[in-house]
């Protein structure tokens, strides 16, 4: 008599590159269990939605998704996870057809929740109290090949309380993955032929100060570029301006390996909203910071996250933004409209802005954004640089994907040989949005 077939699962990830490193763990525990991961866009038995509940239009997107899933296949289990089931498991609950819902910890334990798992009316909710969680769960790399570029997450959870921010709710406290792990997990992605290796967590200046011993995110670095040969590129993501010591940005700086790429949130141009949000710095210092790695690191990709229309945000706060923004020298912005958190400070402060007067200011800081992009790219205009090429191809134009150093995806014709290698491309042009470029011979 031969096996059964095993059964089929689909996964679907929204929200932020973590959550991407996550949903390729549960697939890589899944598929260990015994089953066999197919496109979610097809047919399939079961179905995974890993949500992100970061902003009201996440939610929806989220909602989106898992009727998309209902939709496909009635019969199929669906099991919402992800940082929406983490914070609102009710509001998921009231979506017919959703089978399972599973927290941000309990996610890392599916396999035994789905086998031991009877379909029912109502549906089963496995969320624990994520303030309790205290180690990032770490899975076995497998299966890697072929890719370019792999997200490493380190760090998860959050130990600041900005007033907007629904994430500590929906991640716990800040906690780190070991040193040993992280350097062990870099390796074995690099002998299975990545190229770039791209550093995430959700604090991840935070990194290390919850180990024993304990340590910091440049250790970490050192012992990275040091432990790990043959890593072409090493890719920061988002840190927070106080975490910059001394020490971090002489690593950063110093490390030819180390991208010349930073993503460092501001939110807001004003002092008072800033204080309003309970970030953790000020104009003053992001600004003065900002320019100090701008003059060390030459052609530096610099980009950051902003929050149009937080409550109380007045014309000439908003334009003390665009000010500032127009002064750094940022090469993209990433802008977010305000839109209230369950359970967040921000929703009860008062002066909640008109949803149209929130759109009004979004858009005109998309243009600047793409302004300064633009002007960035241009300056790159003529000279070589060394790009990984993607694996894919643009669909639009059929051309090769090389992304810079600094964050740029350049489009140029080769073969398909050169996917997933370092190849050096000189940029000719810049359209729009677009940055147009030649194999440098
Ligand atoms: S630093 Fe602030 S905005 Fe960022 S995840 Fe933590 S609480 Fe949220």
Redesign the pocket.
């Known amino acids: 008599m031969s096996a059964p077939a095993p059964v089929t699962v689909a996964l679907a990830t929204l929200g932020c590159k973590l959550n991407q490193v996550e949903t390729q763990e549960v697939q890589t525990l899944l598929e260990a269990g015994g089953y066999r991961a197919v496109p979610f866009d097809g047919p399939a038995q079961v179905y995974v939605i890993n949500t992100c509940t970061v902003t009201g239009k996440a939610d929806f997107s989220d909602r989106q998704m898992i009727r998309r899933a209902i939709a496909r296949n009635p019969r199929a289990l669906v099991v919402v996870t992800g940082c929406y089931a983490q914070t609102d498991p009710e509001a998921v609950a009231r979506i017919p057809g959703v089978d399972l819902i599973v927290g941000n910890q309990e996610k890392y334990r599916l396999v035994e929740l789905l086998d031991s798992f009877t379909k029912r009316r109502e549906p089963a909710v496995r969320v624990g109290d994520i303030s309790m969680a205290r180690e990032v769960p770490a899975v076995p790399v497998t299966n890697l090949s072929g890719r370019s570029r792999a997200f490493v997450k380190i760090q998860d959870g959050?130990q600041?309380?900005?007033a907007f921010?629904i994430?500590?709710y929906a991640r716990g406290p800040s906690r780190s993955q070991e040193p040993k792990r992280v350097v062990d997990q870099i390796h074995q992605l690099v002998e299975s032929g990545y190229r770039e290796v791209v550093l995430t967590g959700?604090?991840m200046g935070h990194y290390g100060w919850d180990l024993a011993p304990r340590t910091t995110l440049a250790a970490l670095l050192r012992l990275i570029l040091a432990e790990v040969a043959g890593l072409g590129r090493l890719r920061l993501s988002s840190i927070?301006p106080a975490y910059f010591t001394p020490e971090l940005t002489e690593v950063i700086t110093a490390s030819p390996t180390v991208a010349p790429h930073l993503h460092i949130p501001l939110q807001s141009g004003s002092d008072r909203i800033l204080r309003l949000m309970r970030r953790p710095y000020n104009t003053r210092i992001y600004r003065s910071l900002l320019e100090k790695l701008a003059e060390a690191i030459p052609d530096l990709g610099l980009g950051t996250d902003l929050i149009v229309g937080f409550p109380g945000e007045n014309a000439a706060e908003f334009q003390a933004t665009c000010d500032l923004i127009q002064a750094l020298p940022f090469s993209y912005l990433h802008v977010f409209s305000y839109s209230d958190r369950k359970g967040t400070e921000a929703t009860r402060l008062p002066g909640h802005l008109p949803p149209q007067l929130i759109a009004q200011r979004s858009k005109i800081l998309r243009q600047l954004g793409r302004t300064k992009s633009l002007a960035f790219r241009q300056r790159l205009v003529g000279r070589p640089g060394e790009v990984v090429v993607l694996e894919s191809r643009d669909r639009a134009t059929g051309f090769l994907v090389g992304l810079t150093g600094n964050y740029v995806e350049v489009l140029f014709d080769g073969p398909d040989s050169l996917m997933r290698e370092f190849v050096t491309v000189a940029v000719t042009g810049v359209d729009g949005g677009l940055t147009w470029g030649a194999l440098a011979t």
């Open positions: 959050c600041h309380r900005c921010c994430v500590p959700v604090d927070l």
